[in-house]
């Protein structure tokens, strides 16, 4: 199938309003937020646990594709755990005329009632399509750049207007899945950014871990179609069960 009749199928399957289909998605082990944080302030740390049991506000950073698709490893565990959000996802990129418009830029979607958990959603715009029309590295690593300057300046404009209190940053290993960029390239540009604006922040950083192989993918954190569950969990993590595979993002 097509990558674009496959994006048409997806999005044309109904979505839970308040329940996951996922049937195995309890945290691994709390979150050490405490542990080998950077002595000078803000930077990325790799940590146990799943990201999907963040503390409550907590923002969930993901990097996405503009055609509005969630449809594989942990963009699909996204679009069942916030079906919501994923609404508001796909709507922002249907409803402009150019979705390539929407490259370097980032969706912050706070929080939905209707949603099972209470976490914002960062949509990076990091290329423009998914599959074998994936932008370039080097493209989605400018893009990853100006995403993320834009996701500082709209946590910043969220504070300072007292409009809601954001908590803790969480993200993926992004754009190293289907993307195909090693992920120390994205870090760099985290740790960067952190550093220029992000004021003393820290970004806590996971890996996923898929019951089940298969390649296939709709953004730059997504791995295999038709597992049974996944979960994010930290690098520094023990050896894994059998028949599971680790998937970078």
């Known amino acids: 199938m097509s990558d674009e009749k496959r994006d048409a199928a997806e999005n044309e399957a109904p979505i839970p309003a308040t329940s996951t289909t996922l049937e195995d998605l309890e945290a691994v082990e709390p979150i050490s937020t405490g542990e080998n944080l950077p002595s000078g302030g803000g930077g990325v740390i790799m940590v146990h646990?799943?990201?999907f049991a963040a503390p409550t506000n907590s923002v969930l950073i993901h990097a996405c594709n503009c055609q509005g698709s969630w449809g594989a490893g942990i963009a699909l565990a996204f679009k069942q755990l916030y079906p919501a959000a994923y609404r508001i996802y796909h709507n922002h990129c249907i409803n402009v005329s150019n979705?390539?418009?929407?490259?370097?830029?980032?969706l912050l979607i706070p929080p939905q009632p209707t949603d099972r958990?209470?976490?914002?959603?960062?949509?990076?715009f990091t290329s423009v399509y998914y599959g074998r029309r994936v932008d370039t590295p080097d493209k989605i690593l400018e893009s990853t750049t100006s995403a993320f300057e834009h996701f500082l300046n709209l946590v910043a404009n969220e504070e300072t207007a007292g409009r809601r209190v954001v908590g803790e940053l969480h993200a993926c290993k992004i754009n190293s899945g289907r993307f195909g960029v090693e992920?120390?390239?994205?870090?760099?540009?985290?740790?960067d950014g952190l550093e220029d604006g992000g004021k003393g922040r820290v970004v806590?950083?996971?890996?996923?871990?898929?019951?089940?192989g298969g390649a296939g993918g709709a953004g730059g954190s997504s791995g295999g179609r038709g597992a049974r569950s996944g979960r994010a969990r930290g690098s520094s993590r023990g050896g894994l069960g059998r028949g599971q595979q680790t998937l970078r993002f």
């Open 99 to 106: 979705p390539s418009s929407l490259l370097g830029t980032t």
């Open 49 to 51: 646990g799943d990201i």
């Open 183 to 191: 992920w120390e390239r994205s870090r760099k540009i985290l740790e």
């Open 117 to 124: 958990k209470t976490h914002w959603i960062a949509c990076m």
């Open 204 to 212: 806590f950083a996971y890996e996923f871990e898929e019951e089940s």
